[in-house]
T-cell receptor, first 115, second 112 residues
Framework: NAGVTQTPKFQVLKTGQSMTLQCAQD?????MYWYRQDPGMGLRLIYY???????DKGEVPNGYNVSRLNKREFSLRLESAAPSQTSVYFC??????????????FGPGTRLTVL | KQEVTQIPAALSVPEGENLVLNCSFT??????LQWFRQDPGKGLTSLLL?????REQTSGRLNASLDKSSGRSTLYIAASQPGDSATYLC???????????FGTGTRLQVTL
C-alpha cells in the first residue's frame, strides 16, 4: 500500500518550459488536491478534484492546469513556467464525508526550481 | 477570507517537557480542524482531526482541543522527545467546501 505517490521528486526548468507533475493514490479516495508550499506562506491550495470528472480552482490557480485522469490519478501542468512557480508541490487525497473533507493524506512532494 | 495563525513560529524545549502549540482562525464556521506534522524535506502526516462538534481528540502523548466559538485550537504534547522535533501545522476546513486552509506552522526542536 503506497498511499500517495508523486513524480518527479525534483525538477529544474527554464523559464517558459512546460512540465506535468504526476500524482497517484491507491486508497480508493474520491477527492484529490494540489498544494504549493512556500517559505513563510504555508501551504496554499492550487486546484482540487472533489470526485472523478470534476475539478475546481483553489486559492492560487493562475499558471496551472489540472487533469483528473481517473479515480487514482490527478496531474498538475505548468504550461509556461515562471520563476514565481519555484516551490514545493504536494498532492493529497481524502475520502470526503458528505460535502467536506476527511483526513487528507499527502505525498512526499516535488521540489521545482524555475530558472 | 479564513486566516489561520500559529504562534510561536519556532519553539525549543528540553526533552521531557510538556508543551502547547497554538492555532487561531478568524472564521468560526468550520467543519473540522486538523493537526499535521511535517519532517524536513518530507510530506505532511495527519496527527489528529477534530470535528466541529467535538472539544478534543487524543492520540498517545498528543491531545488537541478545539474552541470553535473563540477560534482557537491547541496541541498539547506530553513528555516531549527528540523524535518530536518537526514542524506542526494546523488546518481548518470551511463549513461547506472540501479544502483546507493552513497555518504557517510551528517549528519545534526538542533538545537532549
Amino acid at each position: 500500500n503506497a498511499g500517495v505517490t508523486q513524480t518527479p521528486k525534483f525538477q529544474v526548468l527554464k523559464t517558459g518550459q512546460s512540465m506535468t507533475l504526476q500524482c497517484a493514490q491507491d486508497m480508493n479516495h474520491n477527492s484529490m488536491y494540489w498544494y504549493r508550499q512556500d517559505p513563510g506562506m504555508g501551504l496554499r491550495l492550487i486546484y482540487y478534484s472533489a470526485s472523478e470528472g470534476t475539478t475546481d480552482k483553489g486559492e492560487v490557480p493562475n499558471g496551472y492546469n489540472v487533469s483528473r485522469l481517473n479515480k487514482r490519478e490527478f496531474s498538475l501542468r505548468l504550461e509556461s513556467a515562471a520563476p514565481s512557480q519555484t516551490s514545493v508541490y504536494f498532492c493529497a487525497s481524502s475520502r470526503p464525508a458528505g460535502g467536506a473533507s476527511d483526513t487528507q493524506y499527502f505525498g512526499p512532494g516535488t521540489r521545482l526550481t524555475v530558472l | 477570507k479564513q486566516e489561520v495563525t500559529q504562534i510561536p513560529a519556532a519553539l525549543s524545549v528540553p526533552e521531557g517537557e510538556n508543551l502547547v502549540l497554538n492555532c487561531s482562525f478568524t472564521d468560526s464556521a468550520i467543519y473540522n480542524l486538523q493537526w499535521f506534522r511535517q519532517d524536513p524535506g518530507k510530506g505532511l502526516t495527519s496527527l489528529l482531526l477534530i470535528q466541529s462538534s467535538q472539544r478534543e481528540q487524543t492520540s498517545g502523548r498528543l491531545n488537541a482541543s478545539l474552541d470553535k466559538s473563540s477560534g482557537r485550537s491547541t496541541l498539547y504534547i506530553a513528555a516531549s522527545q527528540p523524535g518530536d522535533s518537526a514542524t506542526y501545522l494546523c488546518a481548518v476546513t470551511p463549513g461547506t467546501a472540501s479544502k483546507l486552509t493552513f497555518g504557517t506552522g510551528t517549528r519545534l526542536q526538542v533538545t537532549l
